[in-house]
C-alpha cells in the first residue's frame, strides 16, 4: 500500500456545532442516511489483527486473543468484537463452486467453530472481504460477483462484523459508491437475517496513492456512507503493520473531523485503528485515544493485546475516556479557534457538559488555554473533571493546562453548583527562555550543551475565584545540573492572577549527550481543600553531542533529531537503503536520504562557518512510476530561513552554500511542495560543514 504523507487539516466548523446545534446535509445525502440500520448507537469497540498480527494468525492466535480480551478486562471495558483481518483466506481464496475457503492450515476446522468459540466467551466475531474482484498479485480477496453469495456465508458462519477494503476495488477501476451500496444492500438481505455491521474501509488517497479522482477517495465517502453503513474510513491506514507514527495519527484525525456533521447514533467516521506500543510513546498513545474518543470513533485496538503493558491495559479502560467516546449523543468533536501547534477541541456531551481536548501538536511542552464561553457553556463558576487524572477543580471559566509535547488534557466541564471546589490552577511548564545570551524559540525543544547556563521561568497562575496561599515552586533538573532561585514567592495568588517564578540552571562542562528533563514541582494552600502539589516536565530538553570539527561530511556527524515522511532517514543512501544517493545520474558517495516531509537537526553550537552541497529527487523515483516526487528544501539555523530551493523535481538538483557563522541548531527540512508526499525521495547530497 502506498503511504499518505502530509496533513490535512480539517476546515472551521461553526461554533454553533459544539454548541449543539446540528449542520445539516444536502437533501439527497439527509435521505440517504434513513437507510442505514442502527446496530450500534454508540461506536463499536473490539480489536483487529491488521497492525499487530499482520496476516500471521491461526484459530489458536484468535483463541489467545479472545481469552486475553476477557482475562485483562479489555471486553469489560467494551472491546468485545474480534475482527479477522486480511490473512484468513485460502490461497486460493474461492473454491470451484463460489465458496470463500478459509486457509486449511490456519483454520482446520474451519470458521464457524471458532465464531462459536468467540461467541461462547461473550464476545463478537468480525471478518474481512474486499468490494473488488479477487485480483491474483494486487489484493489477497475479494467479494465482486459475489456479494450476496458471501454476505449469506458470514451470517452462516455467524460473524457479527464484516470489514469491506478496496484493493480490489481500487484495482479493478470501480465506483467505490456503487459497489458499497450493493454490498451493503447483500448485507441487510442475507439469508440468515443476522444483524453485521458494515465498516466501508476505502482507504484510497490522492496524490499520495496516485492521481485519483475525488469520487474514489476516502474523502468522499462520508457523502453516502451514513446511508449505508455503520462506518466508513475518511483516510488511508494510519501506519505500517508494526509501525504507526504520532505524525500520521494527526493526519488521519484531521482527515476525520472534516465532517461532523454525518455523525449520528448508529453511524460513525473511523480514523482506524488504536495503535498502542507499536511505534509511538505512552503519550503519543494517549493522545491518539482522547482523540479518537472525542471524535465518537470506533475503538479498535490493532496491536497484540496479549502483549501489551499493564499501563496501556488502564488507558484502553479507562472509564471517564471510554465514557466520553460512547457518550449517547453520539456527536463528534470540532476544533474552536484556528489549526495550530495548539488546539482546542470540544465535543458536545448527552447531558449538556462539553469534552474539552487540550491538544500539543508540537515538539516541546506547552501551556494551552481557552474558555467556558469558547466551548458553548455560560455561567461563572465551572467544574473540570480531568478525564485521565480524575481531579476535579473548579474555575472561573478559564480551561487550562499544562500539556506534554504530543500529548493533550482532556476535560469534562459542566456548570458549577454546591460548596466551592479546589480552585483549578494552572502550574506551568518550566520554560527556557535563553541558552546563555541567545533567546531561546518559543515552542522548541531547548538544545543545550555542556557548560551551558539556562534561563528558565515557571508561571502558576489561579483559574479559580477563592485565592491559594503559599505558593511555591522548586526545579530539578539532570544529574548534576545546577539550579538558583531568582525569585522571592508570593503571599498568595489571587483568582484569576498569576505569579511567575524564574531560575538559572548550570549544566556541568561534562554533561553526556542525550535527553534530559526539567520538573518544576508547584505546591500551594486552598481555604477548604489543603495542601495541593502539581508537577510539570519539560521534556525532552537535548543535551547535544559536540559539534563538527574540521571540513566533514554533515551526514558523518551525529544528529540530534531525524524524521522521515516514511520509513526514517537513510545515511548515504536515498530512503529506504539499498540504493546510493544518485541525482541525474551522478552518484555521491555521501549524504542523506528522505521522504517529504522531514526535517534532520544538527548542534553546531556557533563552530561552524559554511554549508555547501546538492539537494535533489532520487533518480530511484523512476523506477516507481511518473507521478510525485517534487519537494523543497530548506538551510534553517536558529529558527532563521538561510538557503530555500523553491520547488525541486526529478530533473533539476540545485547545488547550495550557506553561510553558518554563529549559527548554533541546524535543521535540513524537505516539504512536499504543496503536492503530498508520494514518490518524493528526496537527499542531501554531499552535504559538507567547515567548521
Known amino acids: 500500500m502506498r503511504r499518505p504523507l502530509g496533513r490535512l487539516l480539517g476546515g472551521v466548523v461553526a461554533l454553533a ?119 491474483p498479485g494486487k489484493c489477497g480477496l475479494g467479494s465482486g460477483g459475489h456479494y450476496q453469495h458471501d454476505a449469506d456465508t458470514f451470517a452462516a458462519w455467524g460473524f457479527d462484523a464484516v470489514k469491506v477494503d478496496y484493493l480490489c476495488g481500487i484495482a479493478a477501476n470501480l465506483d467505490p459508491k456503487t459497489v458499497y451500496t450493493e454490498f451493503a444492500q447483500a448485507l441487510r438481505n442475507n439469508a440468515s437475517h443476522r444483524p453485521m455491521i458494515f465498516n466501508l474501509c476505502n482507504p484510497v488517497t490522492s496524490p499520495d496513492w496516485g492521481n ?91 496491536s497484540d493485546v496479549r ?132 533567546a531561546q524559540p518559543a515552542g522548541a525543544a531547548p538544545v543545550v550543551a555542556g557548560g551551558d547556563e539556562l534561563t528558565v521561568q515557571v508561571a502558576v497562575r489561579n483559574d479559580g475565584l477563592q485565592p491559594i496561599f503559599n505558593p511555591a515552586v522548586t526545579v530539578a533538573g539532570g544529574a548534576g545540573w545546577t539550579v538558583k532561585s531568582l525569585s522571592k514567592a508570593p503571599i498568595l495568588i489571587e483568582g484569576g492572577k498569576q505569579a511567575t517564578y524564574a531560575f538559572t540552571v548550570k549544566l556541568p562542562a561534562g554533561a553526556p549527550p542525550g535527553t534530559a528533563s526539567l ?44 524524521t522521515s515522511g516514511w520509513m526514517t532517514p537513510t545515511i548515504d543512501e536515498s530512503v529506504g537503503g539499498g540504493n546510493p544517493i544518485k541525482l541525474t545520474g551522478t552518484t555521491y558517495p555521501t549524504g542523506i536520504g528522505v521522504a517529504s516531509p522531514s526535517q534532520v537537526q544538527y548542534y553546531l553550537g556557533k563552530a561552524c562557518s559554511r554549508l555547501t552541497g546538492t539537494v535533489g529527487i532520487d533518480d530511484v523515483v523512476s523506477t516507481v512510476g511518473p507521478d510525485g516526487g517534487t519537494s523543497t528544501f530548506q538551510v534553517v539555523g536558529d529558527g532563521k530561513v538561510l538557503y530555500d530551493s523553491g520547488i525541486v523535481d526529478r530533473f533539476t538538483p540545485k547545488q547550495f552554500d550557506v553561510d553558518l557563522t554563529g549559527v548554533r541548531v541546524l535543521n535540513l527540512v524537505v516539504g512536499d511542495a504543496g503536492d503530498g508526499g508520494y514518490n518524493d525521495r528526496a537527499d542531501w547530497a554531499a552535504p559538507t560543514a567547515t567548521c
Open 17 to 135: 456545532l459544539a454548541a449543539g446545534a446540528i449542520a445539516t446535509t444536502s437533501t439527497g445525502a439527509a435521505a440517504a442516511q434513513a437507510t442505514a440500520p442502527v446496530l450500534s448507537p454508540t461506536p463499536y469497540m473490539g480489536w483487529n489483527t491488521y497492525y499487530g498480527l499482520g496476516g500471521d494468525f491461526t484459530e489458536d492466535t484468535i483463541k489467545s486473543v479472545a481469552d486475553s480480551l476477557v482475562s485483562r478486562g479489555l471486553a469489560k471495558a467494551g472491546y468485545d468484537i474480534v475482527w479477522l483481518d486480511g490473512g484468513w483466506q485460502a490461497d486460493q481464496s474461492r473454491s470451484d463452486a463460489g465458496d470463500l475457503v478459509p486457509n486449511p492450515a490456519k483454520f482446520p476446522n474451519g470458521l464457524k467453530p471458532l465464531v462459536d468459540y468467540i461467541h461462547s466467551k461473550g464476545l463478537k466475531a468480525g471478518i474481512y472481504t474486499d468490494a473488488g474482484p479477487y485480483i
Open 212 to 302: 485519483y479522482p475525488e469520487s474514489q477517495q476516502s474523502i468522499n465517502s462520508w457523502s453516502y456512507a451514513p446511508g449505508i453503513a455503520q462506518s466508513w474510513r475518511t483516510y488511508t491506514d494510519v501506519g505500517f503493520q508494526g509501525d504507526i507514527k504520532f505524525k500520521d495519527v494527526l493526519r488521519n484525525y484531521d482527515a476525520n473531523a472534516r465532517h461532523p456533521e454525518v455523525v449520528k447514533p448508529g453511524a460513525f467516521s473511523d480514523p482506524d485503528y488504536l495503535a498502542p506500543e507499536l511505534g509511538m510513546s505512552d503519550e503519543e498513545f494517549r493522545t491518539q485515544l482522547t482523540l479518537w474518543a472525542v471524535a465518537a470513533a470506533p475503538l479498535v485496538v490493532g
Open 307 to 438: 502483549k501489551l503493558s499493564a499501563t496501556t491495559i488502564g488507558m484502553l479502560t479507562d472509564p471517564d475516556v471510554i465514557a466520553i467516546d460512547q457518550d449517547k449523543a453520539a456527536v463528534q468533536a470540532v476544533r474552536v479557534g484556528a489549526a495550530g501547534t495548539t488546539e482546542t477541541w470540544v465535543k458536545r456531551l448527552a447531558d449538556g457538559s462539553r469534552a474539552v481536548v487540550l491538544l500539543n501538536r508540537g515538539d516541546s511542552a506547552q501551556t494551552v488555554t481557552t474558555t467556558a464561553a469558547a466551548v458553548g457553556l455560560h455561567g461563572d463558576r465551572f467544574t473540570l473533571k480531568n478525564a485521565w487524572t480524575n481531579k476535579v477543580t473548579e474555575s472561573g471559566g478559564v480551561i487550562s493546562a499544562a500539556v506534554p509535547a504530543h500529548g493533550t488534557a482532556l476535560f469534562r466541564v459542566q456548570t458549577a453548583r454546591g460548596v466551592p471546589g479546589a480552585p483549578h490552577v494552572t502550574a506551568g511548564i518550566p520554560q527556557v527562555t535563553k541558552v546563555g545570551a541567545d
Open 519 to 562: 520538573t518544576a514541582t508547584t505546591t500551594y494552600r486552598t481555604i477548604l481543600n489543603g495542601v495541593q502539589r502539581q508537577t510539570t516536565v519539560l521534556s525532552p530538553v537535548v543535551v547535544a553531542p559536540a559539534p563538527p570539527s574540521g571540513t566533514v561530511p554533515l551526514s558523518h556527524h551525529d544528529w540530534i533529531t531525524a
